[in-house]
């Protein structure tokens, strides 16, 4: 599986963003898929997963209530909705699949990244 993730860029505090993660193959509907950041200087830490199905979501303690995973099977894609945006939610995101993984990072395939940049 190669993924390919996009939308970040600079925003405002309390502004929003999406981001995508384009997934190619023909198996994506079988993989969870999970966002995790990464911030200077810090260890990369969980922010959200979907199941294969889109039946069932988890979010780090962070975020809840201010971000959305999504799924869409039929376009190979992964997104998470980012509202009320934090200057401390600034990190390069990346997307990762995993037939098995959802909070813990020990997922087999990982994207290039994309950075979300939060000014107060």
């Known amino acids: 599986v190669q993924l390919q993730a996009s939308g970040g860029g600079l925003v405002q505090a309390g502004g929003s963003l999406r981001l995508s993660c384009a997934a190619s193959g023909r198996t994506f509907s079988s993989y969870n898929m999970g966002w995790f950041r990464q911030a200077p200087g810090k260890e990369r830490e969980f922010v959200a997963a979907?199941?294969?199905?889109?039946?069932?979501?988890y979010y780090a303690d962070s975020v809840k209530g201010r971000f959305t995973i999504s799924r869409d099977n039929a376009k190979n894609t992964v997104y998470l909705q980012m509202n009320g945006l934090k200057p401390e939610d600034t990190a390069v995101y990346y997307c990762?699949?995993?037939?098995?993984?959802?909070?813990?990072?020990?997922?087999?395939?990982w994207g290039q990244g994309t950075q979300v940049t939060v000014s107060s």
């Open positions: 990762a699949a995993d037939q098995v993984a959802t909070m813990t990072q020990r997922y087999d395939y």
């Open positions: 979907i199941s294969w199905s889109g039946g069932s979501t």
